[in-house]
């Protein structure tokens, strides 16, 4: 995608002639995160990438536009938007990218825009010019663990008469604290060379032992049979040095789905630096996991595995924003897309969450369903933890627009995996489509909890899946992992088994989901009504019948999904 250019640099503003304009500031802290120490001043001329996010016109509309399409009741139900009908309420007013761009014109900043909205601009600039135009002291910071430097300003301004237009400027006073929901290898345990395999829809007891793509299609009634439209795509999510290996998914499908070919692969699309090494020992266990139980479980549907270097441009995102403008620029994003990394809520800046998840909003509008596993620390969010005085809340879990995975165990019966995290967000309210659900469940847990956890909050996760004891191949071995990790790419291959039938018979997408999944198709869940999820030093929320915060709704059954998609 070709970004097009909306300033020209004019070289003859000579910088460092400050224009004697009265200032505010837009966001300051007093000091460092305290994994962080400050090394000294940035080099004056070192080239910093900066992004500033415009005021948008009509988030409301957007909202109301994204339920319009994806409400079953609503007429204009699956009447999914194009790229431009959605941006359109996202896109600033003329006043204020006017105004934006006459001030980055006069201080000679050459700005392009990032999104297909035009809500963010991008550019290059020395640290001195960085620190001219925001008024700002970039600085050299030093992340204690990981030795990491990273630079950033506590403190940044922008001219009075902006007040209003610009939301906020990344990189800036916040710091990189993005973590993937990595699977645990129980002891790396290797698997034993038995290949567990129902014999038409009987679930092997072996199950119980290692989960496989068979288990899953015994347990949820998950077809076998290939998908067969080309249009119809599945996204996975690759971050953090993670790379899918290619020999490992041949030996995963050898091993697992003998009756698919295997080789059956993926495609790659690349941001940020991104690569996808096939050293073997370099094999990343998540991406590999999301690779195998996606190509290996949502039969011939095209799975592109995106993956996103560490050459980020989003600030404190690690990159979900990039990937999230990459999808927003294409004019046929995948239909499904799933992640399983994320960092916890109270790490990112509110202004900065709210535009990605109106981003979510975006692609939602557009037919897009977006999947995260809900995060591994039960009611401690992203991670275990015990440390938190109050319930920790995962992110981008609480971001009303797109649907958390949950996870469960055990199929006699299936429970709540002790990890799957679950809870309400502080950043968004519950929004109307899972008010009778979250209530119900509400009303269960009277005062238990009473100051630990926000009632008002958009309640999550959404639904589940088996979550434990995964069979998958890295570096040629195989090995057991467990995680949220697990769930969101089972369910995005359930997703994009319906969405293949739906092409099939000339019907939309499914697109967001929520509003279907707690209305018609609410009754195709397997209701989970045992399990909990500790942390924070407590047991944790308790599964019980209907929706709850460990499990959603519960766990998917093909057939009758199948029927509430109108198949
Ligand atoms: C402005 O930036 C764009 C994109 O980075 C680049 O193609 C263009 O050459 C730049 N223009 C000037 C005048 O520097
Ligand atoms: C897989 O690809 C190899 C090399 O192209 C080919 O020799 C083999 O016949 C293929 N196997 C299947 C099952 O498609
Ligand atoms: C892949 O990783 C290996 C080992 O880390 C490295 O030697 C090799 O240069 C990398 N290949 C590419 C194409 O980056
Ligand atoms: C609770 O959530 C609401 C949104 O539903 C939010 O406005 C409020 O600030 C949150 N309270 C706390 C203490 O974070
Ligand atoms: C955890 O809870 C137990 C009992 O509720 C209490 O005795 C203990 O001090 C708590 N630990 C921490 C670290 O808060």
Request: glycine share 10%; charged share 15%; with cysteine.
């Amino acid at each position: 995608m070709k970004l097009s250019l909306v300033v020209v640099l004019l070289v003859s503003v000579a910088l460092g002639k400050p224009a004697p304009r009265s200032m505010r500031v837009l966001g300051r802290r007093d000091s460092p995160p305290s994994s962080y120490t400050l090394l000294g001043a940035a080099s004056s001329d070192t080239q910093i990438s900066l992004r500033i996010a415009l005021a948008q016109s009509n988030p409301t509309g957007l909202e109301e536009a994204l339920y319009d399409v994806s409400t079953p009741s609503s007429t204009n139900y699956g009447q999914h938007l194009t790229k431009e009908e959605a941006a359109q309420f996202v896109a600033p007013t003329s006043e204020t990218r006017t105004a934006v761009t006459e001030w980055l014109e006069a201080s000679g900043v050459n700005a392009t825009t990032l999104t297909p909205a035009g809500d963010w601009l991008g550019f290059t600039i020395s640290v001195s010019q960085a620190n001219e135009l925001f008024d700002a002291d970039y600085s050299v910071f030093v992340h204690d663990t990981t030795g990491k430097q990273t630079i950033r300003t506590l403190s940044y301004s922008v001219p009075e008469e902006l007040q209003g237009h610009i939301t906020v400027v990344y990189p800036t006073t916040t710091f990189p604290t993005y973590k993937p929901r990595s699977p645990n290898s129980p002891a790396g345990a290797p698997l034993s060379q038995r290949v567990p395999r129902a014999e038409s829809g009987a679930i092997d007891p072996s199950c119980a032992n290692a989960i496989t793509p068979s288990c899953l299609q015994a347990i949820y009634g998950i077809p076998t049979t290939p998908a067969t439209q080309s249009s119809n795509r599945l996204g996975v999510a690759g971050y953090d040095d993670q790379w899918a290996n290619t020999a490992d998914l041949q030996t995963f499908l050898k091993t697992y789905r003998p009756d698919m070919s295997y080789n059956t692969t993926f495609s790659l699309q690349t941001l940020d630096g991104g690569t996808n090494n096939q050293t073997e020992a370099d094999a990343g266990v998540e991406a590999n996991l999301d690779i195998q139980y996606t190509v290996g479980l949502a039969t011939d549907v095209p799975v592109i595995f995106i993956s996103a270097g560490d050459d980020n441009h989003d600030g404190d995102l690690g990159g979900f924003l990039d990937m999230t403008e990459l999808l927003l620029n294409e004019d046929s994003p995948p239909q499904v897309w799933t992640t399983s990394y994320g960092p916890n809520e109270d790490q990112v800046p509110i202004d900065l969450a709210y535009n990605l998840c109106n981003a979510y909003a975006q692609l939602g509008a557009r037919g897009v369903s977006i999947l995260f596993a809900s995060g591994d620390g039960g009611v401690s969010g992203g991670w275990q933890a015990t440390g938190c005085t109050d319930f920790v809340v995962a992110f981008p879990d609480g971001c009303p627009y797109m649907t958390n995975v949950g996870s469960t165990t055990g199929f006699d019966p299936e429970v709540g995996a002790w990890f799957s995290a679950g809870g309400f967000s502080n950043y968004w309210s519950r929004p109307a489509y899972q008010e009778a659900a979250v209530i119900t469940y509400l009303a269960y847990l009277g005062d238990t909890y009473d100051g630990l956890y926000n009632a008002s909050g958009r309640a999550y996760p959404d639904v589940a899946t088996q979550g434990i004891n995964f069979a998958i191949v890295a570096d040629q071995q195989t090995e057991l992992v467990d995680g949220t990790s697990c769930s969101s790419p089972t369910f995005a291959s359930v997703i994009s088994l319906l969405n293949d039938e739906l092409a099939s018979v000339g019907k939309p997408p499914l697109g967001f989901l929520n509003p279907w999944l707690y209305s018609i198709a609410a009754a195709a869940f397997n209701d989970i009504t045992s399990g909990n999820n500790p942390g924070c030093n407590t047991t944790g929320f308790q599964a019980i019948v209907g929706w709850d915060p460990v499990t959603g709704l519960g766990t998917p059954n093909y057939e009758l999904l199948r029927v509430a998609a109108g198949l």
